[in-house]
Nanobody
Framework: QVQLVESGGGLVQAGGSLRLSCAAS????????MGWYRQAPGKQRELVAA???????NYADSVKGRFTISRDIPKNAVYLQMNSLKPEDTAIYYC?????????????WGQGTQVTVSS
């Protein structure tokens, strides 16, 4: 089984920083991409940042310049550094891993970690 475990969430004031971690039970090199999604109450889950197996990254427009996704392959970990946090960043953040094959794609999800930004 694939397990993804997030940590690092918490309560911060606007302008503060948090670093989220995602620990995978297996080699992250086995995934075509990994990323971070978030879901606020009453909102759809949205992609925040992603990193491909080749190291390419992409970000939601709302977090560009503030968030950075990175990985540590030997540690099977993915991180999300969040700076200049805003109240609208408040959400549950989920780690995602995607594996593609001929039959399609399969997604794996962590349990989520709460990020709350106060004004």
């Amino acid at each position: 089984q694939v397990q993804l475990v997030e940590s690092g969430g918490g309560l911060v004031q606007a302008g503060g920083s948090l670093r989220l971690s995602c620990a995978a039970s297996g080699s992250i090199s086995s995934f075509n991409a990994m990323g971070w999604y978030r879901q606020a109450p009453g909102k759809q889950r949205e992609l925040v940042a992603a990193i491909t197996g080749g190291g390419n990254t992409n970000y939601a427009d709302s977090v560009k310049g503030r968030f950075t996704i990175s990985r540590d392959i030997p540690k099977n970990a993915v991180y999300l550094q969040m700076n200049s946090l805003k109240p609208e960043d408040t959400a549950i953040y989920y780690c995602n891993a995607r594996r593609r094959d001929i039959m399609g794609s399969r997604d794996y999800w962590g349990q989520g970690t709460q990020v709350t930004v106060s004004s």
